[in-house]
């Protein structure tokens, strides 16, 4: 519906995803029956595991082994006519139409692919818990957005593994960081406002560094050319100010 809504209507993907999800509540509300369902009696992957085995622990076996086996998945898939194809599509439409690539389909087809990782990792989320309920999802985009910049902070690279390989480990991080938090006696009602300062935080740590690369690239360039970067900054400083514009414009 997403993709629909996307490519034929020509809507904005955010309010797209927006207004499928707004839909979905109800219909998830009819296929479960009521906002809250258990568990307890049902199989789950869980019960592959050897029961001597703590909750937790199966909880982490369960989530390596599935988060591998979705990465060695897209990797697969992404080195396929149909990956390049919609690598191709989300780095350049335009080019991509350009040579031939049905965009509008590559756009419904990657809807489709994470929709699905979305429906797999709500599943599991579910069975760990023991329930499902109708307001899991909810903020979930933030959790998602919070682990793929922390994971690129820590892992950075240009090879597909490497990537998906960091948006997990940022997944993992991110948790740690809450529970940390959570540990140092804040309040659970702050767990909101707590998520959005680590966002805040991680989405400012690339910017800050980048800068700092730069002042230092820049820094080097200027003492291979024998200037003071000091001297410079102060001089720029000068004629940037007041008194040095009104000399300037005497002249």
Not at 13 to 22: E, N, P
Not at 94 to 106: F, L
Not at 174 to 189: H, K
Not at 215 to 233: F, P, S
Request: proline residues 3%.
């Amino acid at each position: 519906m997403t993709g629909v809504l996307d490519t034929k209507l020509h809507m904005p993907s955010l309010l797209a995803g927006i207004l499928t999800m707004t839909g979905l509540y109800s219909v998830n509300m009819h296929i479960m029956g009521k906002s809250n369902v258990p568990l307890l009696n049902q199989k789950v992957l869980m019960n592959v595991l050897p029961a001597s085995w703590s909750l937790d622990l199966q909880t982490i076996v369960i989530g390596a082994v599935v988060t591998g086996l979705v990465i060695v998945l897209l990797i697969w898939l992404f080195k396929t006519r149909l990956g390049l194809s919609l690598m191709a599509t989300g780095d350049n439409p335009a080019m991509s139409a350009a040579n031939g690539i049905h965009t509008d389909r590559m756009v419904i087809i990657g809807y489709m692919v994470s929709n699905g990782c979305i429906a797999l990792s709500g599943a599991l989320i579910a069975q760990s818990n023991g329930y499902a309920d109708i307001g899991m999802g909810i903020g979930t985009i933030v959790i998602g957005l919070a682990s793929v910049l922390v994971g690129e902070i820590f892992l950075h690279g240009r090879q597909m593994w490497l990537r998906l390989t960091a948006m997990a480990l940022g997944a993992v991080i991110y948790r740690y960081l809450l529970t940390v938090a959570m540990g140092l006696g804040f309040p659970v009602d702050d767990l909101k406002i707590l998520s959005a300062g680590i966002l805040v935080v991680v989405i400012c740590l690339p910017i800050l560094r980048n800068k700092y690369r730069t002042r230092q690239q820049l820094n080097r360039y200027l003492k291979q050319i024998g200037v003071d970067e000091h001297a410079t900054t102060s001089s720029l400083k000068r004629q940037a100010s007041p008194e040095g514009l009104l000399s300037r414009d005497s002249k």
